[in-house]
């Protein structure tokens, strides 16, 4: 079992840069599929990236969804508990509560699939 806990949320100006951190306490954190959601007001809450767990292979799978594609990445450092997602190029449409999960077994990028929840950090993007 892990809990995540998000930082580094703040106010930006359009093209500006953040960097969220997840930081997830549990030992097994490796074999965590990890995540980044949104959730806008008046919205539903969205697939931003995920990145799979280490596996067999220590092979990383990443996905992005198609409105942050080669602007956001998202890495994991297991060393550190810790799941990054670097924004750039952010946009007014990007803000959000941004949160982070954990899964265990399978790599999915829906939110249902995902077991554990922080509390969200707030991004908010001026134009």
């Known amino acids: 079992q892990v809990q995540p806990v998000e930082s580094g949320g703040g106010l930006v100006q ?3 840069s953040l960097r969220l951190s997840c930081t997830a306490s549990g030992r097994t954190f490796s074999n965590y599929n990890m995540g980044w959601f949104r959730q806008a007001p ?18 990383y799978y990443a996905s992005y969804a198609d409105s942050v ?5 998202i890495s994991r450092d297991n060393a550190k508990n ?11 449409e990007d803000t959000a509560v941004y949160y982070c999960a954990a899964k265990s077994g399978s790599y ?3 939110d249902v ?3 554990y929840w922080g509390q969200g950090t707030q991004v908010t993007v001026s134009s």
Do not use: H
Request: hydrophobic content about 30%; aromatic content about 10%; glycine content about 14%.
């Open 113 to 115: 699939a995902y077991e």
């Open 42 to 59: 008046g919205k539903e809450r969205e697939f931003v990236a995920t990145m799979s767990g280490s596996g067999r292979k220590n092979i």
């Open 69 to 73: 594609k080669g602007r956001f990445t």
């Open 108 to 110: 999915r990028d829906d």
């Open 14 to 16: 359009a093209g500006g």
């Open 82 to 92: 810790t799941v990054y997602l670097q924004m750039n190029r952010l946009k007014p």
